[in-house]
């Protein structure tokens, strides 16, 4: 018998007590900027959270002047935070001592824990359990933007043990966490050294000296406008729709593309973003780029997508900026013969599968321990009901 098991058979011996999250936290108070003429603030919106590693990675500096109208929330060290704006992202974090006093969205839901009853961290490790996104999956809100209010997120109902067995199982966690994260930084780190070598060798094999043909992009290739979707979405589909981003924003059930197609983002923060398909997409906010014969697309993929930061670059307009079809489509692309075409992109599809493959390669073995913890996580945090207590409450 573990030193837990131990613990709970000793102080619960009849089962743990359950109650919902609003019965063992206190609210959060929203910030009054009449009042806080001088006084600025780092700003933590919906994307500063990361949602691999569970932590805020960039904020802005904001006052009463520039305040977005969601920076409403006051936010304290240990408070948890959890986005309730497409909620099944999972974006979530524990705010560290350097976030104090500092505001948030009102796309997070704040959790502050009253600590005479529950452990700040304790909360933290409960709303990553499956059991929790079960739930959320079920009362959010919305099909083509989800979303859940603070009322349901804090009627969750969670168990309770008693404080020294919370701290038992925050320890476990916290150290299980500890251990993946530092794997995770060494992985990283190898992930990214493969990358650049991947980036190097892919400069190198698209790089042509005068010898080789060169034509505008519109001799050899179509571009395609996206197309808004204009019928409410109903249901999820089976078809990634891409909205702008760098990943597909939802699913709907048509397309108007099946096949091999390169796609690029029209405007906003990533505007000139390249990304391949070679399945059913309805594309909103881009352009679709096939080619014609002569010119293989996965070869015009990897040399737009070698030269990602001048595409960034042609961006254009100030408020939202975007690039322009006509000027992309002016680009000079090298054409070398199909057989070396087919040769490079041979290549480059090998360095790809090391580098982004969550299949194969480093990002296998941080999918295996972010599993593994998820395991534990959810065993350490199911208990027996106290005989004679109403789970539903």
């Not at 900027?33 to 780092?42: A, D, F, G, I, L």
């Not at 034509?215 to 729709?241: A, H």
């Not at 939202?320 to 006509?326: A, D, I, K, L, S």
């Amino acid at each position: 018998m573990s030193k837990l098991e131990r613990m709970i058979a000793e102080l619960c011996p009849d089962g743990i007590e359950y109650r919902r999250i609003r019965d063992v936290c206190v609210n959060a108070d929203n910030i009054s900027w009449v009042h806080e003429k001088n006084t600025s603030y780092r700003y933590i919106d919906l994307t500063s959270v990361d949602r691999q590693t569970q932590k805020i990675e960039e904020t802005i500096i904001i006052n009463s002047e520039n305040a977005p109208s969601r920076a409403q929330k006051i936010i304290k060290a240990n408070d948890i935070i959890f986005g309730t704006t497409r909620p099944m992202l999972k974006r979530y974090c524990f705010i560290p001592g350097e976030y104090d006093g500092q505001v948030c969205s009102t796309g997070y839901c704040v959790l502050r824990a009253n600590k005479d009853a529950v452990l700040p961290r304790f909360i933290f490790h409960l709303i990553s359990t499956t059991a929790f996104y079960s739930y959320i999956e079920v009362n959010q809100r919305g099909s083509t933007y989800p979303a859940i209010n603070d009322g349901d997120v804090k009627n969750f109902i969670v168990p309770l043990p008693p404080l020294s067995i919370q701290h038992e199982i925050v320890r476990i966690l916290d150290n299980f966490t500890e251990l993946t994260a530092e794997l995770k930084k060494e992985l990283s780190a190898e992930l990214k050294a493969r990358k650049k070598q991947y980036e190097y060798y892919r400069n190198v094999l698209l790089s042509f000296g005068d010898d080789i043909k060169r034509v505008r992009l519109n001799e050899v290739g179509v571009m395609i406008r996206g197309t808004y979707i204009t019928k409410k979405q109903t249901s999820p589909g089976n078809v990634p729709v891409i909205l702008g981003g760098q990943e597909p924003a939802y699913y709907c059930d048509t397309s108007n593309h099946d096949g091999e197609a390169i796609v690029m983002s029209r405007s906003g923060a990533y505007a000139g973003f390249v990304s391949f398909w070679n399945q059913p997409i309805f594309v909103t906010d881009g352009f679709i780029i096939k080619t014609k014969d002569g010119l293989k697309i996965k070869y015009l993929y990897y040399y737009l997508k070698n030269m990602q930061e001048y595409l960034h670059q042609m961006k254009r307009g100030g408020g939202v900026p975007h690039v322009r079809g006509n000027e992309i489509m002016d680009l000079i692309i090298p054409i070398p013969t199909f057989e070396e075409q087919e040769r490079i992109v041979a290549i480059l599809d090998r360095f790809d599968a090391l580098t982004s493959d969550i299949a194969s390669g480093l990002p296998a073995e941080i999918a295996a321990r972010q599993k593994q913890y998820e395991y534990y996580r959810d065993k350490l945090l199911t208990f027996e009901v106290k005989a004679g207590e109403n789970h539903v409450l």
